[in-house]
Structures are given as C-alpha cells and as structure tokens.
Nanobody
Framework: QVQLVESGGGLVQAGGSLKLSCAVSGRTFMIYAWFRQAPGKEREFVSA????????YYADSVKGRFAISRDNANNSVYVQMNSLKPEDTAVYYC????????????????WGQGTQVTVSS
C-alpha cells in the first residue's frame, strides 16, 4: 500500500536548476532520502530528511547546491538542485525507512521508480 512517486526530472544545462518531487502515500516513515544512480555505478546517497523534525543531511558532493525539504500537509518530499554539474547526471530515487539515518541503499525499505536527470556540459 505504500507508494513513492518521483517527478520533475529532465534535461538541463550545466549551471542550471531543477526541482524534484516525491509524492508519498500509505503511511509516513521516520526518514526520507534521495539517492541517485548513474549507469555502471552503485546507487549513492544524496540527501535525507526526518519527517517530523525536518533535520537534513547531505552528501559532500551536493552540499551548498542541493536543498531537501518536505511538506507534511501535502505528503511530499522535494530536492531543489542548483548549480548542476554533468556529474549530477543520474536516475534519482526517493526512498523511505522507519529507522534512523541510513546512508546505504540496503537500509531503505521503500523506493520510487526513479526520475532521470541529465545535465549537459
């Protein structure tokens, strides 16, 4: 019954911005996160937020450029991505888990199907 659906991906020029959305349904969890996966690479942690308190966490590679947020009333999680670089190109996934902060894909129980982000040079 739990469902996470990402949207907002697309093609953007380097230096540009993009905002991704994750609509959640079924129930709420303690932690929501964004991961990304480029072809031939492991899925990697990008950012996370606690649903109740709104505490945020970021991978070093996106600090100062990405901003995660959530709208409890609208049951949505967002990530605003600024100053995009070609190396940000990947499929971006929304994920959820009930436990504490997790940085590994195996720690998350629920996943969306992903949205493609392509950054041209």
């Amino acid at each position: 019954q739990v469902q996470l659906v990402e949207s907002g991906g697309g093609l953007v020029q380097a230096g540009g911005s993009l905002k991704l959305s994750c609509a959640v349904s079924g129930r709420t969890f303690m932690i929501y996160a964004w991961f990304r996966q480029a072809p031939g690479k492991e899925r990697e942690f990008v950012s996370a937020i606690t649903w109740s308190g709104g505490a945020t966490y970021y991978a070093d590679s996106v600090k100062g450029r990405f901003a995660i947020s959530r709208d409890n009333a609208n049951n949505s999680v967002y990530v605003q991505m600024n100053s995009l670089k070609p190396e940000d190109t990947a499929v971006y996934y929304c994920a959820a888990r009930q436990g504490g902060l997790g940085l590994r894909t195996t720690e998350y129980e629920y996943w969306g199907q992903g949205t493609q982000v392509t950054v041209s040079s």
